[in-house]
Structure formats: structure tokens, C-alpha cells
């Protein structure tokens, strides 16, 4: 169970990184989370178990370009591994407009190698 203290250290993340990423293979109460800090704040909920979601992010940039400066949390990220590519343009774009910080919360559900890699090639 992810404790409360979990939650500032999320966000003092936030504060600090455009990117922040969440990976544990258990049910540990990401999602619970993100969607509290989600709620504090300009923010959009994207899961990619739905595959509305997925539609969405067919085409990142055509979506994220319209969601500049905001929080975009994306559940489920380890379904499209593929992202990581776009988040990192994503990142340098917001930065280049002045958006350094808490642009984007990650959550990923597998214990995976390659994911931890993608996660890291965004720091
Ligand atoms: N802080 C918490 N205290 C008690 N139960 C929680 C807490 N956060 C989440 N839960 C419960 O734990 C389960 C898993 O939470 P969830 O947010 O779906 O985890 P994850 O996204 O990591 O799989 C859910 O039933 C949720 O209601
Ligand atoms: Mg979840």
C-alpha cells in the first residue's frame, strides 16, 4: 500500500522533474494516488487499458501539444511502451514554452527491463 507520505514525495517530484514514473507490479494504489494529486491540480486522466484512452494516444503529439503546460497522468503506460519515444519530444517541447516541471505522471504495472529502461531514457 502506498503510504502518504508517498504522495509528497510524488509531488515534490513533480516540483523538481517534468517527468515522474511510477512502476511496481503490485496493486499498490497507483492509480488511487495519481488521481488525488491529478485532482489538486490542472490535470488530465488517461488509462491505457481503455481503449479510448489508446485512441487518444494514437497520435501523441496531436494531443499533447493541446495539453501544454498541463499535468498528463497515463495509467497503464507499460501497454504502450512506444510513448516514451513522444514524451521525451513532449518534454523538450513544454520545456522550450517554459513548462520545466510536473508535466507528466507515469504509472507502469510490470516489473519489466525494457520499461524501466524507457522510464530511465526520460530522466
Ligand atoms: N491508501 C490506501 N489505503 C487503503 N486502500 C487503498 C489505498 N490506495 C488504494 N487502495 C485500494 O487498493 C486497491 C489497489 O489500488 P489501485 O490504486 O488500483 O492500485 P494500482 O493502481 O497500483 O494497481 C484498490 O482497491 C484501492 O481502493
Ligand atoms: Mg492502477
Given at each position: 500500500?502506498?503510504?502518504?507520505?508517498?504522495?509528497?514525495?510524488?509531488?515534490?517530484?513533480?516540483e523538481?522533474q517534468?517527468?515522474?514514473?511510477?512502476?511496481?507490479?503490485?496493486?499498490?494504489?497507483?492509480?488511487?494516488?495519481?488521481?488525488?494529486?491529478?485532482?489538486?491540480?490542472?490535470?488530465?486522466y488517461?488509462?491505457?487499458?481503455?481503449?479510448?484512452?489508446?485512441?487518444i494516444?494514437?497520435?501523441?503529439?496531436?494531443?499533447?501539444?493541446?495539453?501544454?503546460?498541463?499535468?498528463?497522468?497515463?495509467?497503464q503506460v507499460?501497454?504502450?511502451?512506444?510513448?516514451?519515444?513522444?514524451?521525451?519530444?513532449?518534454?523538450?517541447?513544454?520545456?522550450?514554452?517554459?513548462?520545466?516541471?510536473?508535466?507528466?505522471?507515469?504509472?507502469?504495472?510490470?516489473?519489466?527491463?525494457?520499461?524501466?529502461?524507457?522510464?530511465?531514457?526520460?530522466?
Amino acid at each position: 500500500m502506498i503510504e502518504r507520505r508517498h504522495r509528497q514525495s510524488i509531488e515534490g517530484a513533480l516540483e523538481r522533474q517534468a517527468g515522474v514514473v511510477l512502476l511496481d507490479p503490485r496493486q499498490a494504489g497507483k492509480t488511487t494516488l495519481a488521481q488525488e494529486i491529478a485532482e489538486t491540480r490542472d490535470a488530465v486522466y488517461l488509462d491505457m487499458e481503455r481503449s479510448a484512452d489508446r485512441r487518444i494516444l494514437e497520435e501523441p503529439d496531436l494531443y499533447l501539444d493541446e495539453q501544454m503546460g498541463r499535468l498528463v497522468v497515463i495509467d497503464q503506460v507499460q501497454l504502450m511502451p512506444d510513448l516514451f519515444k513522444a514524451l521525451r519530444g513532449q518534454i523538450d517541447r513544454r520545456r522550450r514554452k517554459g513548462f520545466r516541471n510536473g508535466q507528466f505522471l507515469l504509472l507502469g504495472s510490470a516489473a519489466d527491463t525494457l520499461l524501466h529502461q524507457s522510464a530511465e531514457s526520460l530522466a
